[in-house]
């Protein structure tokens, strides 16, 4: 099964990702990560990209749909995959059909933004080894000390209430117009993950795979 996860900054992708990816054994496929081995292959692809990069300029849609469709034609892709992160914009979903890449369902995480705000500006992150808490849901044994190596914990410029309500607004202008998109092709699941903990937005999640 070839699945689309969505869904604002801060609703728990990753982790419904990850177990998307456990139970049917196909592989979590992240912008980010792709484009880091595309660079790392000196691929065709990934040479054209280093080189947008090196000049400082936008990687077109078609450069980065075509690294995606680069990755999703390895073997471990056989039997399905999980883009996270990727369509951001209609164009990119546009082009992404365009070039023949199957879609068989589309999963979008809906959280009200005050729940999105609160639950990322609770977030610490250690600056030594990267470990993740929060105030809320995932104290340090210590105030402000990392458990796994008494590294400072701070917290991210990207999770400042704030900067999260820029970004809120970028996924609702840009990203958010996918749901009538994807809806209209009939590929639609739409997951309440208000007020649920992060195993029951799973299980929704799982389910809805199924429906």
Do not use: W
């Not at 139970?23 to 692809?45: F, V, Y």
């Not at 892709?77 to 070039?99: S, V, W, Y």
């Not at 400042?160 to 607004?169: E, I, S």
Request: a neutral charge; hydrophobic letters at 35%; glycine letters at 8%.
């Amino acid at each position: 099964m070839n699945i689309i996860l969505f869904g604002p900054p801060g609703a728990g992708k990753g982790t419904q990702a990850e177990a998307i990816a456990e139970r049917e054994s196909i592989p979590t496929i992240s912008t980010g990560n792709i484009i880091r081995e595309a660079l790392k292959s000196g691929s065709e692809l990934g040479l054209q990209l280093k080189q947008y990069m090196s000049d400082g300029r936008l990687v077109p849609d078609e450069v980065v749909i075509g690294i995606i469709k680069e990755r999703i034609e390895k073997a471990d892709c056989k039997n399905g995959f999980i883009l996270d992160g990727f369509p951001r914009t209609i164009p990119q979903a546009e082009a992404l059909d365009k070039m023949g890449i199957r879609i068989d369902k589309v999963i979008e995480i809906e959280v009200s933004d005050d729940i999105i705000i609160n639950r990322m500006s609770g977030r610490r992150v250690c600056e030594v080894c990267g470990a993740s808490y929060h105030l809320v849901n995932k104290k340090p044994q210590k105030d402000g000390i990392c458990d796994k190596c008494n590294g400072t914990l701070v917290q991210r410029e990207d999770d400042h209430p704030d900067t999260v309500k820029n970004r809120l607004k970028i996924y609702r202008e840009q990203t958010k117009p996918l749901e009538v998109y994807y809806s209209k092709q009939g590929k639609l699941a739409v997951i309440q993950g208000d007020n649920k903990s992060i195993k029951e937005t799973v299980e929704l999640v799982l389910n809805a795979l199924e429906a």
